[in-house]
């Protein structure tokens, strides 16, 4: 596994999260997560608690993810064969992903709210609750999140392994996780700051798109292999 598709694993995560139909939400996930409500501006939760649950939220989704990403690989070891044209067919999926992003075109089923059943989940009491809910996230909420995550899948598919497939996933998920986490305890007692900062998403996003672009054209073209055996001589260890 090339420690550049460890990099971008890992900025496809934070562009997840600051997605604009996951960071504003992110009060909401907290209340849902600790089970309280919001009032002042602040979530009525000690600490620990929001830790201890943002954890376990964490914890849930990353296991979803470390599961589609061990799936992915093996149906690219499946087409070992074809390993070129899996290539081709990966970069042009993150190209149109990435066109999404950026807005170019707009394609309605990527940008679809879908869950598992109509009723929302019940708000997490406990820390096996909060990891209940990073499984219902994962499996069954994708609007926004999908055309990233669909990328790193994309690109999971081409790893020789499921181990690799598989941390590529989880860096994916750290990079997700991370920032909550980091959000959650620093806004959780002034989250009309944290209302401050949606302005900026539509950039992230676009952003995150032209980076998806140029890789999705590297990817296709072969030349991203050569780029990462090019770098992995010249910085050993380092990316």
Do not use: H
Not at 47 to 57: L, N
Not at 89 to 106: D, E, H, N
């Amino acid at each position: 596994m090339d420690d550049i598709s460890l990099w971008l694993a890992l900025v496809a995560g934070v562009v997840s999260f600051f997605s604009p139909c996951i960071f504003p939400l992110v009060p909401a996930y907290l209340a849902q997560l600790t089970g309280t409500n919001i009032s002042d501006g602040a979530v009525n939760a000690e600490r620990r608690i929001i830790m201890s649950r943002s954890v376990g939220f964490i914890v849930g989704f990353t296991t979803i993810f470390l599961l589609m990403g061990a799936s992915a690989t093996l149906i690219g070891e499946w087409f070992q064969m074809y390993s070129g044209a899996l290539e081709q067919i990966g970069g042009i999926i993150i190209i149109l992903f990435g066109l999404q992003m950026t807005g170019v075109i707009s394609l309605r089923s990527l940008m679809t709210e879908k869950r598992f059943g109509n009723k929302s989940p019940k708000k997490s009491t406990s820390f096996l609750g909060s990891v209940a809910f990073g499984l219902v996230f994962a499996a069954g909420w994708t609007p926004c999140i999908g055309i990233v995550l669909g990328s790193i899948l994309a690109l999971a598919s081409t790893e020789g392994s499921m181990l690799a497939g598989s941390g590529m996933l989880f860096v994916y998920s750290m990079g997700l996780g991370l920032p909550f986490m980091a959000v959650s305890l620093i806004y959780a007692r002034s989250l009309n700051k944290l209302s401050r900062l949606n302005r900026f998403l539509p950039i992230v996003q676009q952003s995150g798109g032209v980076i998806m672009i140029i890789f999705g054209i590297l990817l296709f073209s072969g030349y991203f292999q050569v780029i990462s055996s090019y770098l992995a001589r010249i910085s050993p260890g380092w990316l």
